[in-house]
């Protein structure tokens, strides 16, 4: 079974970085994207970015284009994601998720696996 760890959540300050890591354990072989999906309080969960594993292909949410990127390391079963320019409407929980199949930003289906959340506050 799949196991998902996030981390590198926090406090910035608009226009600061941060980078969020998700360690995965136990991959199925019907693993085929991971993503990186957001939740703010009072609003619906919502996805930011998906790496579909195989090809390295990405996809992003409109919002986050051109300041947010997904990155994969093999090696390390480690997800990340890097945010740039981080504005207060980006605070929220983030997930990590693995799943069989996404397209674009959207895990069809039940999810393999959420990770636990981390905490991203930004300070206007």
């Known amino acids: 079974q799949v196991q998902l760890v996030e981390s590198g959540g926090g406090s910035v300050q608009a226009g600061g970085s941060l980078r969020l890591s998700c360690v995965a354990s136990?991959?199925?072989?019907?693993?085929?994207?991971m993503g990186w999906f957001r939740q703010a309080p009072g609003k619906e969960r919502e996805g930011v970015a998906t790496?579909?594993?195989?090809?390295?292909?990405?996809f992003y949410a409109d919002s986050v284009k051109g300041r947010f990127t997904i990155s994969q390391d093999n090696a390390k079963n480690t997800v990340y994601l890097q945010m740039n320019s981080l504005k207060p409407e980006d605070a929220a929980v983030y997930y990590c998720?693995?799943?069989?199949?996404?397209?674009?930003?959207?895990?069809?289906?039940?999810?393999?696996?959420w990770g636990q959340g981390t905490q991203v506050t930004v300070s206007s």
């Open positions: 998720a693995a799943a069989s199949l996404c397209v674009g930003t959207v895990v069809v289906g039940t999810p393999d696996a």
């Open positions: 136990g991959y199925t072989s019907s693993t085929t994207c």
């Open positions: 790496i579909y594993t195989g090809s390295g292909l990405t």
